[in-house]
T-cell receptor, first 115, second 110 residues
Framework: DAGVIQSPRHEVTEMGQEVTLRCKPI?????LFWYRQTMMRGLELLIY????????DSGMPEDRFSAKMPNASFSTLKIQPSEPRDSAVYFC?????????????FGSGTRLTVV | RKEVEQDPGPFNVPEGATVAFNCTYS??????FFWYRQDCRKEPKLLMS???SGNEDGRFTAQLNRASQYISLLIRDSKLSDSATYLC???????????FGQGTTLQVKP
């Protein structure tokens, strides 16, 4: 099993540019989560999907952030326009099903730097 | 107040020591509990689930006290390779959302 695959691993972009982060969950997993990690705030849940449907996006910081899951094997997190305060590590995680006592598997993360 | 709180440490211990981490959570409806481990510049990885009866995995023991809303992790006979950040994690109510504590940093020294 290849695990959760995220791309790119690193992204450096200029303020105002659009950034798209990608995630491929583990095959057969029904739930997908996007997290952001910073030194100051730790790991924060941005949004999660169940069976490709967004269930809770209350953690999305503002309208500049959007996430989609067009099918069971692919999700994107888009930031437009990007700002320096968006610099963080963005993790995608998947699980067999949200709410049950399953561990969640994380991808390796995308380290985003906005200059 | 954060939903999951941990002492950030760092905990600096010698090899072979026993070390304990504590965590409290505020949502009494929380149903599932975990400890994750995160190495520097890596993703969090599941260390173990935590059950009310307590559970053990080798040198690691996890305990849950629902009445006090308190979770603990005990590491016996610490190894250099145990150096990492340990994250207390709670599934909030019926939402399925993993809520992470800030993490406790452990440094095991020779």
């Amino acid at each position: 099993d290849a695990g959760v695959i995220q791309s790119p691993r690193h992204e450096v972009t200029e303020m105002g540019q659009e950034v798209t982060l990608r995630c491929k969950p583990i095959s057969g997993h029904n739930s997908l989560f996007w997290y952001r990690q910073t030194m100051m705030r730790g790991l924060e849940l941005l949004i999660y999907f169940n069976n490709n449907v967004p269930i809770d996006d209350s953690g999305m910081p503002e309208d500049r952030f959007s996430a989609k899951m067009p099918n069971a094997s692919f999700s994107t997190l888009k930031i437009q326009p990007s700002e320096p305060r968006d610099s963080a590590v963005y993790f995608c995680a998947s699980s067999l099903q949200a709410g049950l006592n399953y561990g969640y598997t994380f991808g390796s993360g995308t380290r985003l730097t906005v200059v | 107040r954060k939903e999951v709180e941990q002492d950030p440490g760092p905990f600096n211990v010698p090899e072979g020591a026993t070390v304990a981490f504590n965590c409290t959570y505020s949502n009494s409806a929380s149903q599932s509990f975990f400890w994750y481990r995160q190495d520097c510049r890596k993703e969090p990885k599941l260390l173990m689930s935590v059950y009310s009866s307590g559970n053990e995995d080798g040198r690691f023991t996890a305990q849950l006290n629902r009445a006090s809303q308190y979770i603990s992790l005990l590491i016996r006979d610490s190894k250099l390779s145990d150096s990492a950040t340990y994250l207390c994690v709670v599934i909030s109510g019926n939402t399925g959302k993993l809520i992470f504590g800030q993490g406790t940093t452990l440094q095991v020294k020779p």
